[in-house]
T-cell receptor
Framework: GENVEQHPSTLSVQEGDSAVIKCTYS??????FPWYKQELGKGPQLIIDIRSNVGEKKDQRIAVTLNKTAKHFSLHITETQPEDSAVYFCAASINDYKLSFGAGTTVTVRA | DAGVIQSPRHEVTEMGQEVTLRCKPI?????LFWYRQTMMRGLELLIYFNNNVPIDDSGMPEDRFSAKMPNASFSTLKIQPSEPRDSAVYFC????????????FGPGTRLLVL
């Protein structure tokens, strides 16, 4: 099955700086790559996603890049704010419904 | 929209007892997912329903786990008998369809089996 690795496991950044989280996947047939943000005591919430026919997607301060050849994708958060502090999960899917999640990255934004 | 509703939010039970977790998906969504989250294994898909029919239950850990979706607005995940290793946060998620549709997660049920 699909194996998704996520790095780093923890990330501490100064408010206003950028944060980058990287994921690799094993199955070249994967074609859907969502990113979820999970705040304490809540369920994961989709923040951005990308499909394999697109190399980059941006939504305000958040962007995702995909390198199909290398089988890796990354989340970029610019101008970080305290409310960006959360656990972020990447995921990959072959058939859209069965998401294989990474282990998560705990992001702390220092004021 | 109220979002995905799960109950109870917290459950503490003793080993051997039956546990029933409940989920109400977002109105109009026809796909429903049950996930389990633990520190050791992360987020795992347990079972997926489409139009109330179980499509993929390959993630259900063993026969002690069962899930039902009697109608479009209600699903249950049952563990009988429960064991300490079942302690986890169980999430329900729903989506409009299958292909390319965002999965919306509920707040989860935190289960502790003593």
């Amino acid at each position: 099955g699909e194996n998704v690795e996520q790095h780093p496991s923890t990330l501490s950044v100064q408010e206003g700086d950028s944060a980058v989280i990287k994921c690799t996947y094993s199955d070249s047939a994967s074609n859907y790559f969502p990113w979820y943000k999970q705040e304490l005591g809540k369920g994961p919430q989709l923040i951005i996603d990308i499909r394999s026919n697109v190399g980059e997607k941006k939504d305000q301060r958040i962007a995702v890049t995909l390198n199909k050849t290398a089988k890796h994708f990354s989340l970029h958060i610019t101008e970080t704010q305290p409310e960006d502090s959360a656990v972020y999960f990447c995921a990959a899917s072959i058939n859209d419904y069965k998401l294989s999640f990474g282990a998560g990255t705990t992001v702390t934004v220092r004021a | 929209d109220a979002g995905v509703i799960q109950s109870p939010r917290h459950e503490v039970t003793e080993m051997g007892q039956e546990v029933t977790l409940r989920c109400k998906p977002i109105s109009g969504h026809n796909s429903l997912f049950w996930y389990r989250q633990t520190m050791m294994r992360g987020l795992e898909l347990l079972i997926y329903f489409n139009n109330n029919v179980p499509i993929d239950d390959s993630g259900m850990p063993e026969d002690r786990f069962s899930a039902k979706m009697p109608n479009a607005s209600f699903s249950t995940l049952k563990i009988q008998p429960s064991e300490p290793r079942d302690s986890a946060v169980y999430f329900c998620a729903s989506s409009l369809g299958v292909i390319g549709e965002t999965q919306y997660f509920g707040p989860g049920t935190r289960l502790l089996v003593l």
